[in-house]
């Protein structure tokens, strides 16, 4: 698709090929860009039809999850700690409980056994 010429095989340096497709510079120059055009459309099409599919199928599986007050959640990590691997640290802390849920995205989390008036965070 990218280099717009048939695959050479090594018979072909000692057998002279015959002189059927024989163009000018510009001529191949031409074609090849007609070729190329062509094939960036046919790979667009497909390409738009397959991502239509892996979003109809993503969309009959995915559904959401509504946070409630009272569920113990675990948070992701985003630290790392100096000269740890990241491949060591621990990705997730908890765990927390739900204190309140201020909208399908945020909710008010604290600390299992920690005072939820005081030690409360929001998180997304």
């Known amino acids: 698709?990218?280099?717009?010429?048939?695959?050479?095989?090594?018979?072909?340096?000692?057998?002279p090929r015959l002189a059927d497709d024989i163009r000018t510079s510009t001529e191949y120059a031409i074609k090849l860009c007609r070729t190329l055009g062509d094939s960036h459309r046919f790979a667009r099409t497909h390409l738009g039809t397959s991502q239509r599919h892996q979003k109809e199928f993503y969309d009959r599986k995915a559904h959401e999850t509504p946070v409630r007050s009272g569920v113990e959640v675990w948070m992701k990590s985003m630290t790392q700690a100096p000269g740890m691997p990241s491949k060591f640290r621990y990705h997730?802390?908890?765990?927390?409980i739900v204190i309140e849920?201020?909208?399908?995205?945020?909710?008010?989390?604290?600390?299992?056994?920690?005072?939820?008036?005081?030690q409360s965070q929001i998180v997304h």
Do not use: K, N, Q, Y
């Not at 698709?1 to 057998?15: A, F, H, N, Q, Y």
């Not at 849920?101 to 005081?118: F, K, M, N, Q």
């Open 1 to 15: 698709m990218i280099t717009g010429r048939e695959l050479r095989l090594p018979i072909d340096l000692t057998v």
């Open 92 to 96: 997730w802390t908890g765990p927390f």
């Open 101 to 118: 849920a201020l909208s399908l995205t945020t909710c008010r989390v604290a600390r299992v056994g920690e005072d939820p008036e005081t």
